[in-house]
């Protein structure tokens, strides 16, 4: 392992000096391992420079932060254990190590252009969303030359999260012209005023909004800030989710529904033949009273937060399997950073096709096994859609 050796003191060096742009290690030495890849970077934070350690696995992305001893330590085993060659880009050279799964090493060293180390912690992204837009200034976030406000800056980044996914999801469905869209249970109607304002000044696409909440001051003052903003097609009634009857709605979407409120909207995305439904589980209590507690998995719900966490997988992946039933592509991410808000779960459903009898019931077949093993009689949203 002497070129592994000569690799990591070259690295070492390089970090002392401030000099990594960037170390990839990749090509998995069991091809069956979760990990696929691993990029180490330099980052400033706090006055003092670490490496940052992002560990990409098939489903997530792992970041974490290390000192330049711990991080040596680390790339090391990275490098014994898990993979067989390693890309050190350094700001006057690139070093590319190799190794077979015999053990035999190969180290190459080229000369290149001298380049800019960045330890930037958080890249600049271009915002979709601009702070002096009317609705931001109506709805105290940032003030007419479009600064953000004291204290909003979390709810501005939110904002533009939630309309970085929500554009990809439309861009990539099949939406026809002037479709509609209903926000269940928008509260003060933040992210139904992004989405209409974005759709309609940025990508100029004529569609209606309509936002339903069950508090009449919230309703009242969003129809106030939309009349004044001039969003015609922008509308906010009264309602409850599980009070709405069936009528044209394309894309369905429930923000923090609390309990089973998520399921009324999920099941009126369905019953109304939506092309996209977006929702954003909070809480979990159907479930949570549901889940057998003296069987085998009684030690991991003896603890009450691991009985919520429990709840919450069960919960959100049987929604998605329902989902699936009714012949909708679903994706499971994150919504915003965890430091924001635990409730950080966004579960997507884009309409596909109908699935066959087979396939329907290879989807009960999973929806039934997962509520066997953890004892639990019914979900809520598969009584309601009546699925049996």
């Known amino acids: 392992m002497q070129k592994l050796f000569l690799l990591l003191d070259k690295l070492s060096t390089a970090l002392n000096d401030k000099a990594v742009v960037k170390l990839t290690l990749s090509d998995k030495k069991n091809k069956e391992s979760e990990i696929s890849s691993t990029h180490v970077t330099l980052v400033e934070l706090k006055g003092k420079v670490q490496c940052k350690v992002v560990t990409r696995f098939k489903t997530k992305d792992v970041t974490k932060n290390y000192s330049f001893a711990e991080a040596l330590i680390l790339i090391e085993n990275l490098l014994t254990k898990d993979f067989l060659q390693a890309n050190l880009k350094l700001s006057s050279s690139h070093i590319h190590y190799m190794r077979t799964s015999k053990g035999k090493e190969k180290i190459v060293e080229q000369k290149v252009q001298e380049a800019e180390v960045s330890m930037d912690h958080n890249r600049k992204k271009k915002k979709l969303v601009l702070a002096q837009r009317p609705y931001l200034v109506a709805l105290g976030i940032s003030n007419k030359e479009g600064k953000i406000l004291k204290g909003k800056s979390s709810k501005f980044n939110q904002i533009n999260k939630y309309i970085e996914l929500l554009s990809t999801i439309i861009d990539s469905a099949d939406l026809k012209d002037g479709f509609s869209i209903v926000d269940m249970g928008c509260g003060r109607g933040y992210l139904t005023f992004a989405l209409y304002d974005y759709l309609q000044s940025h990508k100029k696409i ?24 001039a969003y015609e097609n922008l509308k906010f009634i009264e309602g409850y989710i599980d009070a709405q009857q069936k009528s044209e709605a394309d894309i369905v979407i429930a923000l923090h529904a609390c309990d089973t409120a998520t399921d009324d909207a999920i099941a009126y995305g369905i019953n109304n033949k939506s092309q996209v439904i977006v929702c ?109």
């Open 206 to 229: 004529e569609c209606s909004v309509i936002g339903i909440e069950m508090r009449p001051g919230l309703v009242k003052e969003c129809n106030n800030i939309s009349e004044s903003c």
């Open 280 to 388: 954003s589980p909070c809480c979990h209590k159907q479930i949570r009273k549901e889940i057998n507690r003296t069987n085998i998995i009684s030690a991991i719900t003896d603890y009450g937060i691991q009985l919520e966490r429990t709840a919450e997988m069960i919960t959100d992946t049987i929604r998605a399997l329902v989902l699936n039933y009714y012949g909708y592509r679903t994706k499971i991410m994150e919504f915003i950073d965890s430091n924001h808000t635990p409730k950080n779960l966004l579960i997507t459903g884009e309409y596909k096709k109908a699935p066959s009898a087979t396939q329907k019931q290879a989807i009960l077949d999973q929806i039934n096994q997962l509520k066997k093993q953890f004892g639990i009689e019914k979900h809520y949203l598969q009584e309601i859609l009546n699925i049996k």
